[in-house]
């Protein structure tokens, strides 16, 4: 008998400010990434594919402003967003990515539509949107994305340094009083922003996906691991289902999603292990950080993340999401 279907989704890591915890911006995000889980849940619960699961799961993040994918999307060094975005079906090893759209509305959905209907894996830049457009996907005006939130963050990173990971660049907008800004309970000079989700459906069959904003300040044209398959997103039923969070760069130094997924398959190691191995022992040798969530064909579920915080929850049909911050 098949695993309870299960989703798991993240919506980014980071440090904590410890003077933002309060019970109002908890409150919020909790708020958010239940009503994401049981959307999602709603999809397995009737049937519904674990890619179809994670599709939706993303597609709703992405349209929350407070996670940095969609509206609410990090800005580049030249003020402007890019989104990068990506899914893969674990039963077949379909993939379909999209990297740097300005006006793409929800990147996963033209990552699915890769994944559907053409015999490519990836599409980046005007062409990732004639795709989309060809498609009949909905389009934007840039604008959508911007967030004022956001816009201070990149203010922030434009006069120290470089570039930030998303909710790390959010410090000092955390205190804002104004009810239209998001606040962030984790720092957000060290936060990474980018939202994911696995599933386990009814059938067995396991799916991810991921969609991010990128990190604030990145150059033009920067592309992270998010919609690198195997790097920010990995799914095979063999094995397990993968999304990242993080310092994109050195994820996709490490492959990370698929090294949870080789480690599994080629040493026997247990999802946890694999999982731990990745975040806690090899990202930090070279200064990643951040986390994943991931699931198994037998429906366990691990949310490792190597900062002091990250956006997370799961959800199995039948019971209540379960969603947290703080480790
Ligand atoms: N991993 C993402 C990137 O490097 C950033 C994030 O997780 O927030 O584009």
């Known amino acids: ?194 939202v994911g989700a696995v599933a386990l459906d009814a059938n067995g069959h396991l799916a991810a996906a991921t969609s991010t904003g990128g990190i604030t300040n990145k150059q033009a044209g920067r592309v992270g691991d998010a919609p690198l398959i195997g790097a920010g997103c990995y799914a095979n039923d063999a094995t397990c289902a993968v999304s990242t969070t993080g310092t994109g760069e050195m994820f996709i130094r490490m492959l990370a999603a698929y090294d949870v997924s080789a480690q599994m398959e080629y040493r026997g190691a247990s999802l946890e292990d694999a999982s731990n191995d990745v975040v806690m022992m090899k990202l930090p040798r070279i200064e990643g950080r951040g986390g994943l969530v991931a699931v198994d064909a037998k429906g366990n579920v691990v949310l490792p993340f190597n900062t002091e915080g990250m956006y997370r929850g799961f959800a199995r049909v039948g019971e209540a999401p379960v969603t947290a911050i703080y480790r």
């Open 1 to 194: 008998m098949n695993a309870t279907p299960v989703i798991a989704i993240h919506g980014g890591a980071g440090t904590i400010v410890r003077h933002a915890m309060n019970a109002e911006a908890e409150a919020r995000y909790h708020a958010a990434l239940t009503d994401i889980l049981s959307a999602a849940q709603r999809v397995l619960a009737d049937g519904g594919s674990a890619l179809d699961a994670v599709t939706e799961a993303v597609r709703l993040l992405e349209d929350c402003p407070l996670f940095n994918a969609g509206h609410g999307a990090v800005f580049t060094a030249a003020g402007t967003h890019e989104l990068d975005a990506s899914v893969m079906d674990g039963a077949t090893l379909e993939a379909g990515a999209i990297s740097c759209v300005t006006r793409v509305k929800n990147p996963v959905l033209a990552a699915r539509r890769v994944l559907d209907v053409s015999d490519h894996v990836m599409f980046t830049g005007p062409g990732a949107e004639a795709f989309a457009a060809a498609q009949g996907l909905e389009f934007v005006d840039p604008s959508y994305f911007y967030t004022e939130a956001r816009h201070q963050q990149w203010l922030n990173a434009r006069g120290t340094s470089g570039t930030m990971l998303d909710h790390d660049a959010m410090t000092k907008f955390a205190f804002s009083n104004d009810p239209r800004d998001p606040i962030d309970p984790i720092d957000p000079d060290r936060k990474f922003g980018t």
